[in-house]
């Protein structure tokens, strides 16, 4: 018990006095999730209002697809990645392995195919309504899936908060293809992890209340956007 | 301008569920063609086959001289008005009425000239900055009609436009799309499932049942001569009566109570024998007081609604419902011993096992 509040003492310190080390791994975490989850949007956006508008072979297989890959474990996707960018790999070429790099990569796999389950399930809804009134106005594809996105731009708003919040918290995907190494792979998610079992408590103990903070107020926001859009 | 014809069209979804079987009919040049049937029975599938919205899985559709059927529904020249709008949430009135103009690559000053004057028709000339969700429910509605005239198409679709709309403001709008397309003399089909708008607005009636055609014809005579039970009771307000009974003698019917029923045997054959269903319209019968001669069928009152123009009077007549409507300077019904009449010519006659009529004169297509 006393170890555990010394700890915290030494955590509120860090966060209050903006440590150097602390501030970078914050800053880090958001980077990577953040661009990791710009790019599925862009990426994964256009795709699932596609899934959704066009009718073609195998569609109904990408949705399913795309749909069982929600739960894709992160630590095999991690293992994925590795593999492609280890020097033996494919990319190895590229020697991406153990740069933030690799971590936006291995993310954005794993955010992708949430964006597209998201995206296609309200652009389905979307286009029952609108599809038909897209098609007479002479729509063509691209313009259809522009206007999909404007309409449901709210819903998008928190398909982009679930996915950065599941990109924030995530740490298996990332330890593996970021090593976690100190001042440039270092993450609040693989600190904690990291400086845990080392025992060292008190900046883990910092970025978990950072971590805390920031689901909770990306959930929050979430949830309270979802609410107000209802109406 | 351009007359639609539709030649044995049918339907079967994906899940193998066949909505419209073998449907035919013509739309002449600028009339208004009115789709009417209940709930489920293929209007809309029908509609959206026209519009390209769905795909042909038999038969053919012509817009003016072309054959549709493999048209994208930009090349065929049509224009619809949805259900729900559909007007797009993020874009003014403006946009939404120049949107499929700006995608048919239409100059700009010509856009401008073509909403700017579907405004004034529609009188939504102060409304053009707004978003739809910044206007009332008759407000969307003249945008969706709007939306649909700026593009000056071959045929305007309208899938059950006033059904989002209360009471008043459907009669209203019944009335101005009336206006709107004799004005345009846009050929046009209309679908809905109220019988009263359907009458009011067709110049030609199809009544449709199940995915089938029951009848086409203009609405007065599909009106005086139903082609089916289904039609008969479908078609008028309240719906016309039924008695069952079998032919006695030629122009005489026994009803199962032991009533007679005489009807007109000029107006179609029926055989001595045959099991019938006798049509009586609410507004044909009249109550008699008392039960005078002991054949005429008797009344058994239950309910007598007022309506100010007249009154509803409900009852059965042996075990089946019966509703008479009674003009307003008509006594109204004393008593409880009460019989109905109604002259000979103006009962109708259908088979008891198939439903067809026997005195309408009118061929079924
Ligand atoms: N995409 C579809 N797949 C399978 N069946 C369908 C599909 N769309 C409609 N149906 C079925 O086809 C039938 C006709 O539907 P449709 O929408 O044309 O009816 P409607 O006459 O317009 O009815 P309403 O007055 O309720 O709008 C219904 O039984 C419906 O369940
Ligand atoms: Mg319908």
Redesign the interface.
Known sequence: MHEVSRALALALGLIGRGDQEFLSIVRLSLGVSLTATLAALVIGAPLGVALAISRFRGRAGLILTSNALLGLPPVVVGLCVYLALSRSGPLGKFGLLFTPAAMVVAQLILLTPIVIALTHRMAAGLWG?????L??????GP?SIA?IL??G?ATMLTVFLAAFGRAISEVGAIIVVGGNIRGYTRTMTTAIALETSKGELALALALGMVLIALSFAVNAVAFLLARAWRK | MASVVLNEVRKTYAGGFEAVKGVSFTVSDGGLCVLVGPSGCGKSTLLRMVAGLETVSSGDIRIGERRVNDLEPMARDIAMVFQNYALYPHMSVFDNMAYGLRNRGTPKPEIEKRVKEAARILELDALLERKPRQLSGGQRQRVAMGRAIVRKPAAFLFDEPLSNLDAKLRVQMRIEIRKLQRELKTTSIYVTHDQLEAMTLADRLVVMNGGHMEQVGTALDVFQNPASVFVAGFIGSPPMNFLAGEVDTQGRLRLPDGAFLAFDPKRGEAQVGRKVLAGLRPENVALRNGVEDGAAPRFRLELVEELGMGRLVHGKVGERPFTVAQGASDPPPSGYSLSIGIEPALVHLFDAASGLSLTSAAPRR
């Open positions: 309504e609108y599809g038909g009134a098609m007479v106005d002479g729509a063509s313009r206007i404007a309409i731009r």
